[in-house]
């Protein structure tokens, strides 16, 4: 049985309800998701196959506030309600206002600074993801600010593109030369970066977005597999039990990077020529199991772009994989 394999590298495991609460009307972006999973995805396994990690990202407008700021983003009227559809969205509503913006800005989706300092734990070898052995884990906790998926139908109708900076500034009330401005020029000057050699790739707003492009690349039998918790987090852990997806066969991935803009975006990109493995985490002294987690190894990487860190820490023969560690994957089934 071949497996395909989605790894989406969520910093949060918030997890959310599979299906529509008692009274929660079927309208709701979240609702619609759930509707939507189920007409996209073909998968048997119903213990496995809602995507809860999905769910705890989606919309929380009600049926009635997504349909009207739907409506105004038509009208390209949205700024005028700017205050109520933060706040109702769960958007990054004012982020000159946090501390830690620039950094944020300056280390999103970067393994490696500019002295080329890599931390810790996110790159290593196969031949080191055997049982028994003791590896420094990366700090996998959510640091980025707490945003929800924008329904389709509004993130569809907002401008994405550097050449419509200043549309996203007047609906965002963003700040001429600001922090923020660089920030969402940032993410959207990422997203139009060329794709690599091989690679396909998008940046998607919402989860349907999400589900489509990796429809896209590893058809429609989709399952969701998470690292479990945050446990073993910057320190030492041991590995335990290993399971190669795939029987340990080289297979293809999407994986998908969160992005700092004013609401949930990911980088998502098709990489070939990988193997994925679920691993059980143990503390290096008792030995007790803390943590369940997924690790991708790069079979190559002669194509990746050198400004990139993972050609940097793969550097050597090209033949020997790396890899990194993840935190939430999806997973496609041939039968």
Known sequence: MALLLLVLFFSSLNVGSASASAGESLSTPKSNLIQYWNKE?????????????????????SAVDSARFSELAAENALSSQFLAFCASANLFCFPDSSPNLEELITHTGAF????????????????????????????IKDIMP?????????????????SKVSELKKIFH??????????????????????SPGETKQCVGSAEDMIDFAISVLGKNIVVRSTENFKGSKQNI????????????????VSCHQTLFPYLLYHCHSVPKVR??????????????INHGVASCHMHTSDSNPNQAELTIASGPVASPYTY????????RFR
């Open 41 to 61: 995805v073909r998968n048997n396994n119903h213990a496995i196959a809602k995507p809860t990690f999905l769910l705890s990202k989606a919309s929380p407008l």
């Open 112 to 139: 490696a600074d500019a002295s080329g300092w890599v931390q810790s734990g996110i790159f290593f070898r196969e031949s080191m993801l055997k049982k028994g052995k003791v590896l420094p884990m990366p700090d």
């Open 146 to 162: 707490k945003r929800s998926f924008l329904p389709r139908s509004i993130s569809s109708k907002l401008p994405f593109s550097t």
């Open 174 to 195: 963003v700040d001429d030369n600001s922090t923020v401005e660089t920030m969402i020029v940032k993410a959207l000057s990422e997203c139009e970066s060329a794709p």
């Open 238 to 253: 041991m590995i335990g039990s290993v399971e190669g997806i795939n029987n340990g066969k080289v297979t293809q991935i």
């Open 276 to 289: 994925v493995y679920e691993v059980d985490i143990l503390d290096p002294n008792s030995k007790a199991k």
């Open 325 to 332: 560690q993840g935190a939430s994957s999806l997973e496609r």
